[in-house]
């Protein structure tokens, strides 16, 4: 019997939790989102992350920059909040309109207001083994749905498809750090099929819709779909054709309700842990 991993009540329990947490602090912990530009997605993330933000109890401040933002007037203000006492966790939405490099500026992140974990120094640690301040949110979500439902990792053979630094790269670290047997699957990969076959874990994130088949699922393999892609119908839809699937793995995330809510929940988890880091309380 194949069991669908529910992404989005694991999200709920994680984030009453934190409620509950935030309601015995002094200090309400501080969440800043950055946007630049009119992306329609990223609006709706945003949107999304600020309600949480708040539901959870803490400070939320989104600044909505226009998108012929200079270098200049988005490094002045990641410095302004790096400097702000009621700033824990520093997120810039991504992607940046062309003109603007992400890479310079998520290194202008203070590494313990970095919320996304994506500060070179954050990126490091995780490949050095050693504790970050924080971990991404997606991989961290990938890794917390797991353990919730008791899949073993050490020893095993996770197949990671795709390469990105927000996905790809790091959720491979954290299973290589707990003990799993590790391939990276990328666009250049020959033959994914056999690769892919391979696995007792499969992490797709590759935002191409089923790129993952039947064939290429060993029967009771564990399948954590990453991929967000709006079809044509509008709805959401993920890398793994879920409907042909579900009956030979042994675990599935359904897209939508499935890491989606994870990343929403561990977001706010890293800004209350840099809150508490920041402040001595742990
Ligand atoms: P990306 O575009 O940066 O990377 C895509 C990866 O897919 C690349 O590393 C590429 O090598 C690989 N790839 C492309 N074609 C391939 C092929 N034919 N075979 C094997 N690999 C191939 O993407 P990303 O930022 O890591 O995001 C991936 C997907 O995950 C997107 O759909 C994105 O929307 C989604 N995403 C979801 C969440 C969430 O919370 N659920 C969070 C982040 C990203």
């Known amino acids: 019997m194949t069991v669908i991993i529910d992404g989005r009540a694991c999200a709920e329990k994680i984030l009453e939790n934190i409620k509950i947490k935030t309601s015995k602090l002094n200090k309400k912990p501080g969440l800043s989102v950055i946007l630049v530009g009119e992306n329609p997605a990223s609006k709706v993330y945003v949107k999304n992350k600020e309600k949480k933000a708040i539901e959870a109890g803490f400070n939320s401040n989104v600044y909505r920059l226009p998108e012929n933002t200079s270098k200049l007037e988005l490094l002045n203000l990641i410095d302004k909040l790096n400097n702000e006492d009621n700033t824990d966790g520093i997120l810039l939405q991504l992607p940046l309109p062309k003109h603007l490099n992400p890479s310079d500026f998520l290194d202008k992140i203070d590494p313990k207001k970095d919320v996304d974990g994506f500060h070179p120094i954050n990126s490091g640690k995780l490949l050095n083994n050693e504790k970050p301040y924080v971990i991404p949110c997606t991989p961290k979500g990938i890794i917390r749905l797991l353990d919730e439902y008791n899949i073993e990792i050490a020893e095993k053979n996770a197949v990671v498809i795709g390469r990105s630094n927000i996905v790809g790269k790091p959720v491979s670290m954290l299973l290589l750090n707990k003990n799993a047997t590790v391939t990276i699957a990328h666009s250049k990969t020959k033959n994914l099929i056999d690769v892919v076959k391979q696995a007792d874990i499969i992490v797709s994130a590759t935002g191409i819709s089923n790129i993952i088949t039947k064939d290429m699922v060993k029967e009771g393999a564990a399948v954590i779909d990453v991929g967000i ?23 599935i995330t359904p897209v939508p309700g499935g890491v989606g809510p994870m990343t929403i929940a561990m977001l706010m988890e890293n800004t209350l842990e840099l809150h508490l880091l920041r402040n001595n309380l742990c």
């Open 229 to 251: 892609i709006r079809g044509e119908d509008g709805k959401l839809k993920g890398d793994v054709d879920f409907n042909n699937i579900k009956d030979i793995a042994g675990f």
